[in-house]
């Protein structure tokens, strides 16, 4: 008799936070015991899932022409404070190191908060004409930022792990252009990958990055109804590239300075999204691709039938499936079936193979689905083509279930009236509305509705109205509140 597995967790949508410490620590994601506010230790499991997902973007970066490069983690003083705009948005959230042993520093170094400042004054000593351009970089690293506000493991730390391009373009065009391929970048590996849908929203003008000219965003929604920024590409200008004298000789000899791009992709907070969207009662739901296990075979042991024999049979069944490629492991642990059950659930294992002696007598294979959480026996000679198929099926049903819910919780309202009565009624959700883009409005709405920010115009949505809470006139916009 196989034993019930219960669910261990609460329900995320009641109580998202309390399901989601829950799942950092049962699944062996993350340590939160570091003991330094805003840091926190990634464990071998949950690293092993972040490095599948860093492969994911990285692959997609390269393949448009973008190149890896490494800048050291400190940034003088000096050239931080260069781009006005950029050193006002970040000074209050920057870790200085002033002093090596015991001697004071000369000038004081900056944790990177952001790397423009550390890579454009070397840019200013690679290029030189035009020919040379466009040039895509990017690196996968940690930054640090001295958060103010309350932290919280992998959504808001003081240090969190990224993908950072900076890119320079010879003209205006070719630089706004990046903006959009690296939307579709982050569609192709978010969303069709990993099953994370995204609002591709332009940032307010009072909302850009320090120093951008223009700022555009990616914001998922968890299940607390908060959205998360997990993605950002900004259109620099010239404001960087004038500020560290990038300079390239034009077709005419004459200097010019190069248009830029950067680009941020939020890894910590994709690695919270996945679990937080996908998860369930029972744990984390990993999409196949970067699942640390694919499969798990467990024996189911009888009295009176070998064991040796149902061994036998999962070796074989372990055997072809590592042969295909897959992360299989074959768990003949003195654990029972439930225990096994319960860890594997928890880590998000979208396969599980259970073997007894009927799989074995019969030549035939039991496979659990971790998503949908049923079991189907298939013949043996059938299990490779089924593990492949249905792989596919579970990111398309994570997917479509993900984006079901961020389109349902998308409300349209259309008079000051009509939100306060219905945030009042339905709280947090995506609230569509007309707005007039004047941040004392922003921070009236912020303060008349518990934190409710203008996130932004949604850029598939084009229209013009008066603006819900002045009448001035204004263009759609969404109202959520945010991590
Ligand atoms: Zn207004």
């Known amino acids: 008799m196989v034993e019930v597995v219960e669910a261990a967790l609460p329900d995320k949508y009641e109580n998202m936070s309390e399901w989601y410490s829950e799942i950092l620590d049962r699944a062996e994601i993350i340590d939160i015991r570091y003991g330094v506010k805003g840091f926190v230790v990634y464990r071998p499991f949950g690293m092993t899932i972040m490095k599948n997902i860093i492969k994911l973007y990285e692959e997609e970066l390269e393949k448009t022409g973008h190149q890896p490069f490494l800048f050291p983690v400190v940034i003088p ?103 959009i391929e690296d939307a579709e970048i982050f569609y192709r590996v978010t969303t069709e990958k990993l099953g994370i849908p995204f609002i591709h929203l332009k940032r307010e003008e009072y909302d850009k990055f320090p120093g951008a000219v223009d700022t555009y965003a990616f914001d998922t929604l968890l299940p607390d109804g908060r959205v998360l920024q997990i993605g950002t590409t900004h259109y620099l200008g010239t404001n960087f590239t004038k500020v560290f004298n990038v300079q390239v000789h034009d077709e005419e000899g004459k200097l010019v300075n190069p248009h830029s791009t950067c680009y941020g992709i939020g890894l910590s907070r994709i690695l919270a999204s996945i679990l937080l969207v996908h998860g369930d009662e029972y744990g984390a739901v990993l999409p196949f691709e970067i699942a640390p296990i694919q499969v798990a075979i467990i024996p189911i042991y009888k009295s009176g039938y070998s064991n040796e024999k149902i061994d036998k049979y999962c070796e074989k069944i372990y055997s072809e499936l590592k042969g295909q490629g897959f992360k299989v492991v074959f768990d003949n642990s003195e654990k029972t079936p439930g225990e096994k059950y319960y860890y594997y659930d928890m880590r998000g294992v979208p396969f599980r193979i259970e073997i007894g002696p009927r799989e074995v007598d019969t030549n035939k294979v039991t496979v659990f689905r971790r998503d949908i959480r049923q079991r189907k026996t298939i013949p043996y000679e059938k299990l490779i083509e089924h593990i492949q198929k249905e792989a596919r099926d579970i990111l398309r049903n994570l997917r479509e279930k ?54 932004g115009k949604p850029l598939n949505l084009e229209g013009e109205g008066p603006c819900i809470w002045c009448g001035k006139p204004g263009h759609i916009c969404y109202l959520a509140k945010a991590y």
């Open 402 to 455: 993900a984006e079901k819910r961020l389109r349902e919780n998308i409300i349209e309202v259309n008079s000051k009236e009509e939100l306060i009565k219905t945030y009042r009624e339905h709280g947090r959700k995506i609230y569509k509305v007309y707005f007039c883009g004047r941040k004392e409005c922003a921070d009236e709405i912020k303060e008349a509705l518990d934190g409710l920010e203008t996130r």
């Open 77 to 179: 003083e000096k050239n931080l404070r260069m781009e006005k705009e950029h050193i006002k948005g970040f000074e209050g959230e920057v870790f200085w190191i002033e002093k090596g042993g015991y001697t004071p520093l000369e000038e004081r170094l900056a944790l990177r908060p952001t790397s423009e400042t550390a890579i454009y004054p070397i840019y200013a000593l690679w290029f030189s004409s035009y020919k040379e351009l466009p040039f895509k970089g990017y690196q996968t690293c940690a930054v640090y930022r001295y958060e103010t506000k309350a932290t919280r493991p992998l959504l808001r730390g003081r240090e969190f792990l990224w993908i950072e391009t900076h890119n320079l373009y010879f003209t205006e065009k070719e630089a706004r252009d990046q903006t």
